[in-house]
């Protein structure tokens, strides 16, 4: 049964950090590229970060280059983001998943507000 499961989400104050994780079973996950979406009240779901296999690719979407890093632990079945300088409109649902799009989380939700 596959899964992922997102984590580390919660309310953080403008400026300030989160550490998302989403954890992964099911599947033999260092073979696959992974990525983080998010979407918002009332937008649709955009890519926010993906990294390859293996970890040595990673590409990120324009509104958070510089801010949030990807990465991920194969031995640990564990892909993070790691959000920094954090603004009111990264407001959103979190979600993993495969960047093939077959396999997604449920979701964590992210709320920057003071």
């Known amino acids: 049964q596959v899964q992922l499961v997102e984590s580390g989400g919660g309310l953080v104050q403008p400026g300030g950090s989160l550490r998302l994780s989403c954890a992964a079973s099911?599947?033999?996950?260092?073979?696959?590229?992974m990525s983080w979406y998010r979407q918002a009240p009332g937008k649709e779901r955009e890519l926010v970060a993906a990294i390859s296999a293996f970890g040595g690719i990673t590409n990120y979407a324009d509104s958070v280059k510089g801010r949030f890093t990807i990465s991920r632990d194969n031995a640990k079945n564990t892909v993070y983001l790691q959000m920094n300088s954090l603004k009111s409109e990264d407001t959103a649902v979190y979600y993993c998943?495969?960047?093939?799009?077959?396999?997604w989380g449920q979701g964590t939700q992210v709320t920057v507000s003071s």
């Open positions: 099911g599947f033999t996950f260092s073979s696959y590229a």
């Open positions: 998943a495969t960047r093939s799009g077959n396999y």
